[in-house]
């Protein structure tokens, strides 16, 4: 088990690998309880894998309901699926929100400029708008203050403490279960 659970992280990283071509874990879809308390799922940029702290990360705005779902009740579910392998990895975690400037800075000093731009847009996500283009950052004109954004910058750090691992090779369909207690990984074959 201990060389499946070396895949999965494996194959996590290889989505987190922002310098590579993207991976089929690149995108992962991320479930959170909404506030109403009804699931709500959306689609994520995995931007940091640790296998050693068994944590995944992604980036997203301070302002966007998901951080005000994840104060509330930081339990999260990640999901993805490379579809010509037919494996899904699914993880379950506890979310901690970054506060910490230090820790934001790092991460924002180290993204590419375009996947930051986001984090300029003026208007609170979800905010009804009447087209889309009233959304849109203003046209940016000679020299941009690089940090300008960083406040609305979140970077959300997953500690990952369940994968269920599913292969649906043609010969057998394989499916395994992983739970994370004290730091230990435990993992078991299930019935797919
Ligand atoms: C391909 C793709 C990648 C995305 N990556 C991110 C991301 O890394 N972080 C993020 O906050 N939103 C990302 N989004 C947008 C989210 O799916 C979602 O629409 C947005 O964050 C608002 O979600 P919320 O209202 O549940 O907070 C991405 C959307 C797509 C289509």
């Known amino acids: 088990m201990t060389d499946l659970l070396d895949r999965i992280w494996s194959l996590l990283s290889s989505g987190a690998d922002a310098g590579a071509t993207r991976s089929p874990f690149t995108m992962l ?30 980036h997203t705005d301070v302002r966007s309901e998901k951080v005000s779902e994840l104060r509330k009740d930081s339990r999260i579910a990640l999901t993805g699926c490379d579809l010509d392998a037919g494996i899904q990895i699914r993880a379950e ?21 375009r996947t930051l731009i986001v984090y300029r847009a003026p208007l609170v996500p979800g905010t009804v708008i009447k087209s889309p283009i009233d959304a849109h950052a203003t046209a940016e004109q000679g020299n941009v203050d690089p940090n300008a954004g960083l406040e609305n910058f979140c970077l959300v750090t997953v500690e990952v403490n369940r994968f269920d691992y599913l292969d649906l090779a043609p010969n057998g369909h394989a499916r395994a279960k ?7 990984w435990h993992g078991s074959w299930v019935a797919p």
Request: hydrophobic share 45%; charged share 25%.
């Open 93 to 113: 975690g506890v979310a901690r929100v970054v506060d910490s400037v230090e820790e934001r800075s790092a991460f924002w000093s180290a993204s590419r400029p």
């Open 29 to 58: 879809q991320a479930a959170t309880l909404g506030l109403d308390g009804a699931p709500k799922a959306r689609t994520i940029v995995l931007r940091g894998v640790s296998q050693e702290e068994a944590s995944l990360t992604f």
């Open 178 to 184: 992983f739970v994370r207690e004290n730091g230990i």
